[in-house]
T-cell receptor, first 112, second 112 residues
């Protein structure tokens, strides 16, 4: 089955700096790669996603890049703000988008 | 308001006492799924359902049962809970597949 590795597990940045979280996947058939943000005491919330036929996608301060050949994808957050502090999960879907495999999560702390 | 509702939010039980965690969504989603979240392991998929009466195993289905008799409800059943099922559980739904998941607020289960 699919295996998703995510790193780093924790990340501290100064407010205004950029943050990058990286994930690799094992199943070359995976074709949808979402990122979820989980705030304390809440369920994960989708923040951005990318399909395998696209190399990069941006939404304001966040962007995701995908390298299908190397089987890795990354989340980029620019101009970080304290409210960006949360746990971020990457995921990969396979089996016709039915099975979803998550990474272990990255705890991002933005220091004011 | 569009939402996924899980109940209860917190549950403490003893080994072997059957329990059910309910999940309901009001978005007319076809796809529903259950995950458990454990430190250092991220989110792991337990079961998913593509539609009424259609369910399939995720990565960690042992010790769990599900049913999908109505489109809006997807209960998670632990027939004989054990301490290794102590975890934070999330229900999620989406329109047709595992894309763009909407998560509930979670159920913290402790099995003594």
């Amino acid at each position: 089955g699919e295996n998703v590795e995510q790193h780093p597990s924790t990340l501290s940045v100064q407010e205004g700096d950029s943050a990058v979280i990286k994930c690799t996947y094992s199943d070359s058939a995976s074709n949808y790669f979402p990122w979820y943000k989980q705030e304390l005491g809440k369920g994960p919330q989708l923040i951005i996603d990318i399909r395998s036929n696209v190399g990069e996608k941006k939404d304001q301060r966040i962007a995701v890049t995908l390298n299908k050949t190397a089987k890795h994808f990354s989340l980029h957050i620019t101009e970080t703000q304290p409210e960006d502090s949360a746990v971020y999960f990457c995921a990969a879907t396979s089996g016709g988008y039915q099975k979803v495999t998550f990474g272990i999560g990255t705890k991002l702390q933005v220091i004011p | 308001e569009a939402q996924v509702t899980q109940n209860p939010r917190y549950l403490i039980t003893v080994t072997g006492k059957k329990l059910t965690v309910t999940c309901s969504q009001n978005m007319n989603h076809e796809y529903m799924s259950w995950y458990r979240q454990d430190p250092g392991l991220g989110l792991r998929q337990i079961y998913y359902s593509m539609n009424v009466e259609v369910t399939d195993k995720g990565d960690v289905p042992e010790g769990y049962k599900v049913s999908r008799k109505e489109k809006r409800n997807f209960p998670l059943i632990l027939e004989s809970p054990s301490p290794n099922q102590t975890s934070l559980y999330f229900c999620a739904s989406s329109f047709g597949t595992g894309e763009k998941l909407f998560f509930g607020s979670g159920t913290q289960l402790s099995v003594l």
